[in-house]
């Protein structure tokens, strides 16, 4: 993004706020402080890219990825690096999928509805403000009557429906599943972002997740970013933050990282860390700090994120149009053996993210994976987001190995239990019976597990918590936490959305504090 | 390209300069055959420095003293590995040693440490300074049981004498280090062209220690068997060797230039148009050039990247396309993808010892090398891996176990189709659309990109390619 003319803060100077991370996490407060009038720096891991050098293709798309190793492990390991998580200005949101269903207000209270899983801290009428502020600010799109939320408006009108969503718009019609054009943080038409760049109608190239080159997909640089910088905030990349300082007092004084080879100090009033649901709890454990609850690094979860393909007499060519167009929240409260719930979406995947499930999740090889990767343009799928319980055994640890830092890596060890199989089995049984209703053949299954969540758990009470309802860490208090870290639960819906709206909750409830 | 000036020939452990003499005489001048007594042996008896660097430098005088404009290298076992060494030194511009042309290698002994049995070692060891008859004896034992035929009786007798004019300390050298050195990733991989030979009948040195030990070092080879020899071709059969060489004179392995999958002219013309933007164009371009048949591994070893060879072309069996040296450079430069199995070393260890192991299953089933095995053998192996059934023990060569090759091949497989998908070759086999949505624009942000304007099914815009096997026509 363009930081020509960005404010500057001296190093020696203690800035209001030090925000770790650009993503979800760390942009809306990043703007929002920085429009309150407050002295924003904000550290960026990854380097500073400009939109239109995003090139069309997988491979060279590996620059956006978070590539520094993590250990997978547990009965489900979890794939990272593309499949996740982001590096440069913008974070994750620069290969995201922008695709931004709300939560469903029962998933707030899943304990309560079923006696599993936890509450939040907070009901869905306390984020719904901030939906809709996030929704109007990036410019969403979606149906424009909402079959699951009959208040709900997107500000603009849907993306075009592609191959795999007409396919899937059919088979729900046929079977009596309500669906809608998805709600995606892309603009269908051109878009004046606020104080930002003017980003350009969808093209419907497909690759999302490789950096959208024309600013139609709001990623955080071409949406709060620009935004912020406009109010005065600074945004300092390639800084990796490994270090906090602390008063006697215990507080945090400044902030430590690595910027061209050198360690570098910012002072500052309050650290937000919004390095997501691994980097976050990494450096928390790391430093031994912010932890007296022994929650850091507990409850780690991905979404069950199961896919069902087929092949389809049609010219499908799914690489084109906005690759989630479709959804159905029919699933949410299935009524079924499980807990919580999914929702459905449509899927068209570029060449390698679809060669790499072929020959990883299918064990296709020799070949029958060539024969199989030349069906691609008559190939759709279908996939769900689902709940993940907390759970006692899913948990990041640091690991004994070292990274080219000389910092630990982390280890993830995740695995689903009763109730993410049950519920799997639920959607993989409902998703393969769309895919044959719509005529599909050669059907097969590809269990996936997506997002990164928890790790640093909100709540009311700091003996089993890292930080309050509203960011706050319980140990420190000019140390917050704004990202999917501090989940409880995953909720059905993807997690982006929901991590910008507890962002401006979080800068919001620090400004009334009266920063 | 004709004969080099000169070979200079370097013999087996317990030969010497006089194991040439009627290869010499068979090839008669065309080239000049310059045998060379190695430190320990023949004439140089009195000579020490027995390690394979010594023996180089030894035999790296001779070049010099004689400095031919064009020579080439006869290394037999022992004599093998030092003319590997010294076509190293070659290949990295030594002064007074350019002007290699070629390599033959006969029963070499490879880069890496020699297979020989533990007890045939030690069995070898043990009478070398024992009392003369006993010498005499087994000396004798040692060349009948190098060779197919029996020699006739004078070259058996010379043979014999020879072994008995080693130093002792000489033969023990080899047999304790010179044959266990570890060459394997500083020899590398050569792009002298070689003839690489082997007898039949050879117990350890035979064509599947050649296949998987030797080959793998040479980028332009070729291999022979020769029918019913053994271990002592020069001695065995000069004639058929003196053939072979003029063959290898005449038709020079690795002439032609490398091929590479093509790119067919439609889809080259999208990738050159303006729908396609500069950086992607230069990315496919840098994808579709022919990989070097010299490519030196850096993650790998060479025997290794022959393995990983041999298994991608089972997992991805695209011709022409040295998937196993593109991954190794990226194993190389460490850019991971950003996670790994917590249950497998890092990538490159876990490659190494993945291919180690199944290698080694290949051993244990069948007694021989996976590289040299057929397809159908390779698949069973690889879909044990597969399963998670591919167990051997660590006796036998076993690194990882069946749950980690289980985590290794899927690693595998999808290493393999990322880097065959980036091609363009494969893009257009599949018909894919996706590179075509815009082209370079001024500008942060990219405006007036052309996308697609058709999404839905069964609507392609007039310029989409279409898949190889769908046919070109509309």
């Known amino acids: 993004m363009n930081l020509e003319g960005m404010r500057a803060y001296r190093e020696d100077e203690s800035v209001d706020a030090v925000v770790v991370g650009t993503g979800a996490g760390g942009a809306p407060l990043i703007a929002r402080l920085a429009a309150a009038g407050l002295k924003v720096v904000a550290l960026e891991a990854g380097p500073n890219f400009t939109p239109e050098r995003f090139a069309f293709d997988e491979t060279l798309a590996d620059e956006i990825y978070w590539t520094m190793e993590r250990l997978s492990g547990g009965s489900t390991p979890e794939a990272f690096g593309a499949n996740n998580s982001g590096t440069g200005v913008g974070g994750s949101t620069l290969h995201w999928g922008a695709f931004v269903p709300r939560a469903d207000a029962r998933d707030l209270r899943l304990h309560t509805e079923s006696g599993m899983g936890v509450d939040w801290p907070l009901a869905y009428e306390d984020l719904r403000p901030f939906y809709e502020r996030v929704e109007q600010f990036l410019g969403v799109s979606g149906a424009q009557a909402y079959p699951w939320d009959a208040a709900r408006r997107y500000p603009l009108p849907p993306v075009p429906r592609n191959g795999p969503a007409q396919i899937m718009a059919q088979a729900c019609e046929a079977r009596g599943i309500r669906w809608a054009d998805a709600p995606a943080a892309v603009v269908s038409q051109d878009f004046q972002s606020e104080d930002g760049p003017r980003r350009n109608a969808c093209i419907n190239c497909g690759f999302c997740h490789q950096g959208c080159r024309n600013g139609a997909k709001a990623s955080m640089d071409v949406t709060y970013l620009p935004f912020a910088v406009s109010r005065g905030a600074e945004i300092r990349a390639e800084a990796f933050v490994h270090g906090l300082e602390r008063g006697a007092d215990g507080r945090i004084t400044g902030v430590v990282y690595r910027q061209d080879g050198q360690d570098r100090r910012q002072r500052c009033g309050t650290v937000f860390l919004c390095a997501g649901a691994v980097e976050t709890p990494r450096l928390l454990l790391h430093l031994g700090l912010a932890n007296s609850s022994g929650q850091v690094g507990r409850n780690y979860m991905g979404h069950v994120a199961t896919q069902v393909w087929g092949t389809f007499p049609n010219a499908v060519r799914m690489n084109r149009g906005y690759p989630s167009s479709l959804i159905t929240e029919d699933f949410i409260r299935p009524g079924a053996d499980f807990a919580g719930g999914y929702l459905i979406q449509s899927l068209g995947v570029v060449p390698l993210t679809f060669g790499n499930a072929a020959a990883r999740g299918r064990g296709l090889w020799g070949k029958p994976l060539l024969d199989y990767l030349d069906r691609y343009n008559h190939i759709a799928g279908i996939g769900i987001n689902g709940e993940t319980l907390p759970c006692d055994a899913n948990v990041l640890t640091l690991s004994d190995e070292l990274d080219a830092r000389g910092m630990r890596k982390a280890h993830v060890s995740f695995g689903y239990s009763t109730n993410e199989n049950r519920l799997n089995a639920h959607a993989t049984a409902v998703m393969r019976g769309l895919w044959e209703e719509a005529g599909a053949e050669d059907i097969w299954v590809l269990e996936r597990v997506a997002h990164t969540i928890g790790t640093c758990r909100m709540g009311r009470d700091g003996s089993s918590a890292v930080v309050d309802p509203q960011g706050r860490s319980f140990d420190i208090d000019n140390l917050w936490i704004c990202d999917g870290s501090t989940f409880p639960s995953s909720l059905a819906a993807n997690p982006a959305l929901t991590i910008m709206a507890l962002s401006l909750r979080s800068a919001e409830a620090f400004l009334a504090e009266g920063h | ?135 005499r004896r087994e000396a004798r034992a040692f060349v009948t049981a190098n060779v197919g035929q029996p020699l006739d009786v004078a070259d058996e007798d010379r043979a014999v004498d020879d072994v008995l004019r080693a130093a002792p300390a000489a033969w023990t050298a080899w047999l304790e280090s010179g044959a266990r050195e570890d060459w394997g990733r500083r020899i590398g991989v050569l792009r002298t062209p070689a003839l690489i030979l082997a007898g039949s009948a050879d117990a350890d040195l035979g064509e599947d220690a050649q296949a998987a030990l030797m080959a793998p070092h040479l980028a332009h080879h070729r291999r022979v068997t020769v029918a019913g020899v053994g271990h002592l071709l020069p001695l065995e059969r000069p004639a058929i060797l003196a053939e072979r060489l003029r063959a290898h004179f005449g038709d020079r392995p690795g002439q032609a230039d490398p091929d590479a999958p093509a790119v067919p002219p439609a889809y080259a013309a999208l990738i050159d148009s303006e729908r396609v933007n500069s950086r992607l164009r230069e990315a496919l ?11 030196r591994p850096t993650a790998l070893d060479p025997v290794e990247l022959a393995i990983l060879r041999a298994a991608m072309g089972r997992v991805v069996p695209v011709p022409n396309l040295d998937l196993a040296a593109r991954l190794d450079r990226r194993l190389a430069s460490g850019e991971g993808d950003g996670w790994r199995f917590a249950a497998l070393p890092p990538d490159a260890d876990a490659y190494r010892a993945a291919l180690r192991t199944l290698d080694a299953a290949a051993r244990a089933a069948h007694g021989r090398p996976f590289v040299i095995l057929g397809g159908n053998d ?60 815009g082209g370079d624009r001024d500008g942060e942000i990219a405006d007036g990109l052309p996308g697609f304007r058709a999404v839905g099914l069964d609507s392609p815009e007039a310029w989409e390619p279409r898949a190889a096997y769908e046919g070109t026509t509309r």
């Open chain 2, 285 to 295: 371009g840098a994808r579709a050039a022919p990989d070097d048949p010299a490519y």
């Open chain 2, 1 to 135: 390209m004709s004969e080099p000036d000169v070979l200079f020939c370097l013999h087996f452990l317990g030969g010497s300069a006089r194991s040439w003499e009627r290869l010499a005489r068979a090839l008669d001048g065309v080239p000049f055959c310059v045998p060379v007594d190695l430190p320990g042996f023949g004439d140089a008896a009195g000579t020490t420095g027995y390690s394979v660097a010594a023996m180089a430098d030894h035999v790296a005088a001779r070049i010099r003293t004689r400095a031919p404009a064009r020579f080439g290298l006869v290394g037999h076992s022992m004599g093998a590995k030092v003319a590997l060494a010294l076509a190293r030194r070659s290949e990295d511009g030594e002064p007074g040693l350019t002007g290699l042309t070629d390599l033959i290698l006969i029963s070499g002994s490879p880069p890496s440490p020699e297979p020989i049995p533990d007890e045939r070692r030690a069995k070898m060891l043990a009478w070398i300074d024992a009392d003369p008859e006993t010498r």
């Open chain 2, 378 to 437: 390779q698949d069973t192996l690889l879909t044990l891996c597969e399963r998670a059934e591919l167990t051997v023990p660590d006796m036998l060569g076993g690194r990882l176990d069946a749950d980690r090759m289980r985590f290794w091949f899927e690693d595998l497989r999808a290493d393999a189709v990322r880097l065959w998908l980036g091609h363009p070759a494969a893009l257009a086999r599949i018909g894919f659309s996706g590179i075509g949505a």
